[in-house]
């Protein structure tokens, strides 16, 4: 494998991917994961395939092959989740495009059990990727827009703060409001499985929603379910004190993980690295209440990212409890840059000690997935290979040059940053970037 991983199309695959928003590592972990995942030849039509999802006969064309040949290995690229297929209703057509690392080739490789696929090797080359901080932030955490999300769990909530929410802020109703559902196994824990380090959380609680489960049920990378079934994985998702970890969109989310904070790569971005803000938190906030807090620490053992430690209390403070003449000299306190919202120390509390407040500031969340890639992309340089593919000609590749200057200069990045320009500039690419689907197909 060793020697494979050296191959000109592996190497020429990680430079491509090196343009999308979260990029693949280059380190001997990651070339080896590629040359696991796709052949030689795969790599080759991967490195070629455009980032804007294209029909197959017009990438046969820019290629100088057959149709039905490129179609064909497009088609099996889908089935092992190389490739993303979208279909146009209104033409009646599927488009294709390569698939990102993440989420991407890297999930579907361990979303089910594969004889295609060396899935222990591949557990352990990715192990030692995840175990080097500096290649696992860069890649997949860099910037303040992340691909996840913490969605509280809504029991946890009063009436009043239920009520506050967003649709896209309730699991049930993102599960509910899906046009399409599928669960996979939860590649996190699958990974942990082969390295002997899987926990007792369920294995198959992956849920894909709406675009996304299309593809995973079209390729057998997850079964189809209905709204009943996800609701009920939901359900035993939160009795085990599971975080709901979804797409970071308003519109269309595509994935809903339920993840625990010993194998969840996202949270453990958290706890083995310090990378805070590696998952956007929820609207909510634990708070807790320091005349019921008796310091027993149920919560934060019950908290996936150790936002909750247990602090003495100022002697003032140590009063004695009048039922049972008994100090109390500890105190649970909450980090509140570390706090996701999620609620899962809530059920915890057995002093009604604990609630789920709102946060000070609301949180922003990209509209759509189109909105995310563009905001991503700003954020990692990357936006000029988003907006002018090099893979479409000379004249792109000219553009893609000239953008990516103008966008790397300090005062134009913090310009389009900033609160003032943002909103604008993303309405403007989105609007433009939307011309470039495919007519009925939703991104």
């Known amino acids: 494998m060793g020697h494979l991983s050296h191959h000109k199309a592996y190497r020429d695959l990680r430079a491509r991917l090196d343009q999308l928003p979260a990029t693949f590592p280059d380190t001997p972990e990651g070339m080896e994961i590629l040359a696991l995942i796709f052949t030689p030849e795969e790599a080759e039509l991967a490195r070629r395939l455009p980032f804007r999802p294209q029909s197959a006969r017009r990438i046969a064309a820019r290629l100088g092959r057959p149709e039905a040949e490129v179609r064909s290995a497009l088609e099996r690229m889908a089935d092992r989740g190389l490739v993303l297929d979208l279909y146009s209703a209104h033409k009646d057509r599927m488009y294709y495009c390569v698939a990102p690392p993440v989420v991407g080739f890297v999930e579907f490789s361990l979303m089910r059990k594969r004889t295609d696929l060396d899935q222990p090797a591949l557990a352990q080359r990715f192990e030692a990727l995840?175990?080097?901080?500096?290649?696992?932030s860069q890649s997949f955490f860099a910037g303040e827009t992340q691909i996840g999300r913490a969605l509280v769990h809504e029991e946890t909530l009063e009436p009043d703060r239920i009520a506050e929410l967003l649709p896209f802020?309730?699991?049930?109703?993102?599960?509910?409001s899906a046009s399409s559902r599928a669960v996979s196994l939860?590649?996190?824990?699958?990974?942990?499985?082969?390295?002997?380090?899987?926990?007792?959380?369920?294995?198959?609680?992956?849920?894909s929603l709406n675009k996304g489960a299309e593809f995973v049920a079209r390729h057998g990378h997850g079964r189809p379910i209905d709204a009943g079934e996800a609701s009920e994985i939901l359900a035993r998702s939160r009795e085990a004190g599971l975080v709901f970890i979804a797409d970071n969109?308003?519109?269309?989310?595509t994935y809903l993980c339920c993840c625990c904070g010993c194998c969840c790569s996202q949270l453990q971005a958290v706890n083995r690295h310090g990378l805070v803000g590696a998952v956007r938190t929820s609207s909510s906030l634990a708070e807790i209440d320091r005349e019921r807090c008796t310091g027993c620490g149920r919560c934060a053992r019950r908290?996936?990212?150790?936002?909750?430690?247990?602090?003495?209390?100022?002697?003032?403070?140590?009063?004695?409890?009048?039922?049972?003449?008994?100090?109390?000299?500890?105190?649970?306190?909450?980090?509140?840059g570390l706090c996701l919202g999620c609620g899962v120390c809530k059920p915890a509390c057995k002093k009604d000690a604990l609630r789920m407040a709102a946060r000070a500031e609301r949180v922003l969340t990209p509209e759509s997935t189109l909105e995310r890639l563009l905001l991503t992309a700003l954020e990692r340089d990357r936006l000029q290979h988003l907006l002018f593919d090099e893979q479409e000609g000379p004249s792109l590749l000219l553009l893609n040059r000239l953008a990516g200057a103008v966008l790397r200069l300090a005062?134009?990045?913090?310009?389009?940053?900033?609160?003032?320009?943002?909103?604008?500039?993303?309405?403007?690419?989105?609007?433009?970037?939307?011309?470039?689907l495919p007519r009925g197909t939703e991104v």
């Open 130 to 136: 995840f175990a080097r901080p500096g290649s696992f």
């Open 249 to 253: 969109v308003q519109r269309r989310v």
């Open 169 to 176: 802020e309730k699991a049930s109703e993102v599960v509910r």
């Open 411 to 436: 005062p134009v990045k913090r310009a389009l940053l900033s609160q003032a320009l943002r909103s604008r500039f993303l309405a403007f690419l989105g609007q433009q970037g939307a011309r470039m």
């Open 303 to 336: 908290c996936p990212v150790q936002a909750i430690a247990i602090r003495v209390r100022a002697p003032h403070e140590r009063r004695r409890v009048e039922a049972s003449g008994k100090e109390r000299p500890m105190l649970g306190v909450v980090d509140e």
């Open 186 to 207: 939860c590649y996190c824990r699958h990974k942990a499985e082969h390295l002997g380090k899987r926990c007792e959380a369920p294995l198959d609680n992956c849920l």
